[in-house]
Structure formats: C-alpha cells, structure tokens
C-alpha cells in the first residue's frame, strides 16, 4: 500500500484503534502494559541462533583448553582429539561449561528488562495500548512473528557476515539442526495474504506500527548481539575455570600411558 492510501484511512483508523482498545487486557500501570506486550514475543528462533554460535565457542575453547592441559602436563602426542580420554574429557568439561555459558544468555530475562526501557522511553502509554489491541488479533499476532523473525534474521547476519558463526561444526550437528528448522518453521507460519487484512496494512503503515517494527527488529537485535559478544568473550575464562572437569579422564589417560 501506498503512503497517501494511509492519508485516506486515517478515520478508520481511529475507529479501529478504538474498538482495539476495548480488546486488550485489562492492565493497570504502564510497566505492567509493557511487560505484557514484551511478554507476547517469542524469540525461540534468535535464541536458537545464540545457542549454536556460544556452543561452537565452548566447544572450541574446550579444545583448546585440552591442548594446553597435555602442554602443560606434558602429555604427549598421544594426547590428541582421536584419544578415547581426550574423548571423555571433552565431553565432561563441555558439559559443565555450557551449561553455564548458555544460562547467562538464553533465559533472556537480561532482555525483558531492557527492551521494557525502550518501549517505555520509546512508546507513550496510549500507543502501548494500541500496540497490546493490535497484537492480540490474528493478523497482529502474524506480524509479532514476523516482528521476531526479523530479530532473528539481523542476529543471525551479524554472526554471519562477521566470520563469527561456524555452520559446519563436527559434534553440533543436532543443535544446527534444531536452529535451522525453527529457522524455516518460523518462516513458514508468520507468513500470510496481507490483502485480507487491512488493518494489518493499517498498522504496519501507521506511525506507532513503523516504529514498533523499527525499534524491536534494530534495536532488539543489537541487544542480544552485544550480549552474545559479551558473554562469547568469556567463554574461554569459564572453560579454564572448570578445567577439573576433565581431570579424571586425564589422570586415566596418564595411568593408561605408564601402564
């Protein structure tokens, strides 16, 4: 639709945001408004993409820590990826490792306090009303996903285009699978004939639609990219700190070498 098509609809507009309005949940203050609306994103898809990339950097720390375990100990060449306790002491220090690595991003509880800052500085408390009346329709919830799904898009090119995200990594097989098929899921259902819902036109070209789209998808994104490199940039300090995970298999390997 074109720019002065909205011109024309403005009146309909203010009717439909008014009978939206009497939709939406009965909220009291502000925050509790935003909450709500924050509450209604799922980012399943943009938290698939951080798993996989801070997995690959446990696992590549992980390895490196292991070399530098048989340097430091003086393992020898036996002491490789293809040995059976290198085998068992990645698996343990990995294990401990993401665990801890993943718990720090993808709870995304970090995120609902930010993005409620941006909305709150960004939206007034009428234009969260409308926002809550929109996306708690059918053709709204369509464009919360599509909304999610452009989250989703810019952190995944960001790895991307950085060099960052390594999409061939031997042992992360089912977790890159399980990203790629929300990837394309995801894509699937946000999808819908945008011709039959004019108020989803109505939306996306109004002022509060536009900026909406525009805050959560640039700014939300680059949200949860800085903490990606955030907590990516301490993921090889975390590795060594666990590094008595893989003890046990090392002192196996030693006893197995002597004997």
């Known amino acids: 639709m074109r720019p002065h098509s909205l011109l024309r609809s403005l009146p309909g507009v203010a009717i439909l945001a008014a009978g939206l309005a009497s939709a939406a949940p009965a909220l009291g203050s502000k925050a509790e408004k935003i909450e709500a609306l924050v509450s209604l994103h799922d980012l399943k898809t943009a938290v698939a993409i951080g798993d996989y990339y801070l997995k690959q950097r446990t696992l590549f720390a992980v390895r490196d820590r292991?070399?530098?375990?048989?340097?430091?100990?003086?393992?020898?060449?036996?002491?490789n990826p293809s040995n059976l306790y290198w085998k068992q002491a990645e698996q343990a220090l990995y294990a401990a490792a993401v665990k801890q690595v993943i718990r720090d991003f993808s709870d995304l509880e970090?995120?609902?306090?930010?993005?409620?800052?941006?909305?709150d500085r960004d939206f007034s408390e009428p234009d969260i009303d409308q926002l809550l009346a929109h996306f708690n329709t059918g053709y709204g919830r369509k464009q919360l996903m599509i909304v999610d799904h452009g989250v989703a898009i810019h952190v995944q090119g960001a790895l991307a285009f950085s060099g960052k995200l390594v999409y061939d990594v031997p042992g992360l097989e089912a977790d890159r699978s399980r990203m790629q098929h929300l990837y394309s899921d995801e894509d699937d259902e946000m999808r819908f004939n945008i011709h039959e819902s004019p108020e989803g036109q109505r939306f996306a070209l109004s002022p509060v639609?536009?900026?909406?789209?525009?805050?959560?998808v640039l700014n939300v994104s680059g949200m949860i990219s800085r903490r990606l490199d955030q907590t990516a940039g301490s993921v090889a300090q975390t590795v060594k700190g666990l590094s008595d995970k893989a003890q046990p298999a090392v002192d196996a390997f030693r006893r197995g070498s002597q004997g």
């Open 66 to 79: 292991l070399a530098a375990i048989g340097r430091e100990q003086e393992l020898g060449p036996q002491w």
């Open 110 to 119: 970090w995120l609902s306090v930010e993005w409620a800052q941006l909305d």
């Open 209 to 216: 639609g536009k900026r909406y789209f525009v805050n959560a």
